[in-house]
């Protein structure tokens, strides 16, 4: 949103970058958005994060004053590079732990962390970027908004949020998981032709271990991804612990989600938002383990590894006609434009093609 400029500070003497939102694009939603992000950017002061340093309007137009990082981003070091080794990978997505856990010390949840939001500086740094999305301690705000808009992008929104639930701290670490398993494979965790489908493979589906496509990722590299994947937020490590280079435990992670008696809760709270989607445009920006089917809560760690075909979108619909009565309006969020950031998969494995479903969008 917006357009961003190299600029000269003639008091500090120093070169910054100066984001603006002209008028055409200054809608209410949009200018509120513009603050947001101003807000947030100005609360923290990190390395690992851009900071802001002045916000005001001129004439007909508001302006973001930050400092100027370079245009790089982690989804063009993997368009130039491909899927990068496992230490070069981790170490990057450590960075970017330090500056999420220093915007979660300040109430702030990111809610839209992708390798696109992450820049990389000329030395190195990783610096978490664009909060326009983010969202303030005490606020109310879950994944819809008050329209039924969804906020987010669908290949890094946690299991909790894809369900419409409020995003916290532990959202944001497994977007970084879905940005490390990226970092490494060359695509997200999951793919899919539309949104509504990839949200309910966050809730429904486990990831391919990334060592079927490459075995010197098994072991503790795999173990530690899906540590950040669980499907339960309280089994996933901190932002900060990530940052501090912390270990999974040596035993498998727990969910501990309330016990259901079976899936008919799920499904229905899922086919709602996803038949909510379809039930308008479904313009997304871009292009979540099993939920407890029995009263014994699952492994939030080991995945299966024998990957299930995608849903469509009308299959998902179908679900929600049969075990859901209510469904409300609601479309997504379409992203800002610009290049996407994730290259098509260059490998995958196939999964078994069952009956009557489409398996295309794995």
């Known amino acids: 949103m917006g357009e961003v400029y190299q600029a000269t500070d003639e008091v500090l003497g120093r070169q910054v970058a100066v984001k603006v939102m002209m008028p055409v694009e200054r809608t209410l939603a949009c200018s509120e958005r513009f603050e947001r992000e101003a807000r947030a950017a100005a609360r923290v002061r990190d390395p690992h994060v851009v900071s802001a340093y002045d916000f005001g309007r001129y004439g007909d137009a508001y302006y973001l004053v930050m400092e100027l990082v370079s245009e790089q981003t982690l989804a063009d070091v993997l368009r130039e590079e491909g899927p990068l080794g496992a230490e070069r990978a981790l170490g990057l997505v450590r960075q970017a732990a330090a500056g999420v856990a220093a915007v979660h010390a300040h109430g702030i949840v990111h809610r839209d962390l992708k390798p696109g939001n992450l820049l990389l500086t000329d030395d190195g740094v990783v610096k978490v970027a664009d909060f326009g999305i983010a969202r303030f301690a005490g606020e109310s705000t879950t994944t819809l908004t008050s329209t039924g808009q969804i906020v987010g992008t669908s290949h890094f929104l946690s299991p909790e949020r894809a369900l419409g639930k409020p995003a ?11 940005v490390l398993y990226q970092l490494v494979t060359g695509h997200p965790p999951f793919t899919g032709d539309e949104p509504a489908a990839i949200m309910y493979q966050h809730v429904e589906r486990d990831p391919a271990p990334p060592s079927d496509l ?16 669980a ?17 999974p435990p040596v035993t498998p992670v727990t969910a501990v989600l309330p016990i259901r008696r079976g899936r008919r809760p ?19 920006q871009t292009q979540d383990k099993k939920l407890p089917a029995t009263e014994s809560p699952p492994s939030a760690v080991v995945p299966s590894r024998t990957p299930l075909a995608t849903p469509t979108t009308a299959e998902v619909v179908r679900t929600a006609q049969t075990r859901s009565t209510k469904t409300g309006p609601g479309r997504t969020v379409p992203e800002t434009k610009g290049k996407p950031d ?21």
């Open 266 to 284: 799920l499904v229905a709270g899922l086919a709602a938002a996803t038949a909510a989607v379809v039930a308008t445009a479904v313009v997304l």
């Open 168 to 178: 916290e701290a532990a959202s944001d670490v497994y977007a970084l998981g879905c």
């Open 342 to 362: 994730h290259p098509k998969p260059t490998k995958s494995k196939k999964p078994k093609k069952p009956k009557k479903r489409d398996s295309s969008g794995n």
């Open 231 to 247: 499907k339960d937020p309280a089994a996933r490590p901190t932002a900060a612990q990530l940052a501090a280079a912390a270990t």
């Open 214 to 229: 490459r075995p010197e990722l098994a072991g503790e590299f795999e173990r530690l991804l899906f540590w950040m994947l």
